[in-house]
Every structure is written in structure tokens, then in C-alpha cells.
């Protein structure tokens, strides 16, 4: 019988703009599960207008900020983040949540807050280790990190092409 995988977690030392080697940003995610694809799916997902004016069909389309949907991601799967405050506390908190540890704002509005005081190159270094864990959520193909993949996924070997 098939039993479920357990997410990886994975931990990543990140070097940006502003960040010293001697102190880089220690930042953990991890990986997706169809429940946090579906919610993250919802969260993203915009209505598409359609109007009739003038015996004319429209229809607009709502698109979602790339930053909106990077915040997003980070929020539904990053474990752990030692970037400080400038009174040295934490940025952002966690806490275990049935073994899983979780971001504990509950609401996207409240991490906002927190994610929106990163320089942008800081946010932008931070999801691309988001991406590394969960490389369906990219555009396009990303590169596949060997370590995000799990067990049985590496035991998968290419069909041979003739």
C-alpha cells in the first residue's frame, strides 16, 4: 500500500544585497502539499470581468502582482527566518503546529506587514529558496535542486527516448 510522503523542510543560507557573509539571512521552507497548492491556487485566483456595452463583449482580466504572489508563497511555506527587527527580535515567528512548524500570522494582511519591510533584493533572494522547495510554482522550468526531490521522485529514472 502507497503511504504518504512526508514534505521535505529544507534549510537555505542566503547572501543579498546589504547582507555580509559573516551574517547571512538562515531561512527554512517546505514543500507544498495539494492542500497548500489549493489554497495558494484560491489566494491567486481573480475573477475575470465580462460585460456586454454597446452589443460589444469585454472581458478584462485580473492579474495577481508578481510581489503579491511571492509573499504569498513564502507565507504558506517558509518554517523558520532569523532576520531581526531593529530591537532584535524576531521579524517573523513560528510555531509547531501537529510537528509542521508554520508562519504564526494568521492572516496574509498581518505577515504583509512584516514581509513588506525587506529591501526588495532581500524578498527577492529569500523566494528563490521558496522556489527551490516548491519548483512548480515557478515560471516556467526551474532548475531542479537534487535535494528538494523525494525519495521515490529520485528513484524515478527517465524513460528512455529512442
Given amino acids: 500500500m502507497p503511504k504518504l510522503l512526508v514534505p521535505i523542510e529544507k534549510e537555505f543560507t542566503v547572501i543579498a544585497k546589504g547582507i555580509s557573509e559573516d551574517d547571512p539571512i538562515v531561512v527554512s521552507f517546505r ?3 495539494e492542500a497548500l497548492n489549493l489554497r495558494r491556487q484560491e ?4 475573477p475575470i470581468t465580462r460585460s ?8 478584462q ?4 502582482p508578481y510581489s503579491r504572489r511571492m509573499a504569498t508563497d ?3 511555506t517558509m518554517t523558520a527566518c532569523n532576520i531581526e527587527k531593529q530591537n532584535g527580535e524576531p521579524l517573523f515567528t513560528f510555531h509547531d503546529l501537529n510537528g509542521t512548524k508554520k508562519i504564526t500570522d494568521k492572516t496574509m494582511d ?3 506587514k512584516k514581509w513588506g519591510q525587506l529591501a526588495p533584493a532581500w524578498a527577492e533572494a529569500i523566494y528563490e ?3 527551490l522547495v516548491n519548483p512548480t510554482w515557478g515560471f516556467g522550468t526551474a532548475d531542479e535542486d537534487e535535494d528538494t526531490l523525494t ?4 528513484k524515478v529514472e527517465e524513460p528512455d527516448s529512442e
Avoid: D, S
Avoid at 525519495?151 to 529520485?154: D, G, L, V
Fill in 74 to 76: 513564502v507565507w504558506l
Fill in 43 to 46: 489566494m491567486l485566483a481573480k
Fill in 61 to 64: 482580466l485580473n492579474f495577481t
Fill in 31 to 33: 514543500q507544498a502539499n
Fill in 151 to 154: 525519495p521515490e521522485e529520485k
Fill in 110 to 112: 498581518e505577515f504583509l
Fill in 52 to 59: 456586454w456595452e454597446n452589443e460589444a463583449y469585454q472581458e
Fill in 129 to 131: 529558496k521558496c522556489l
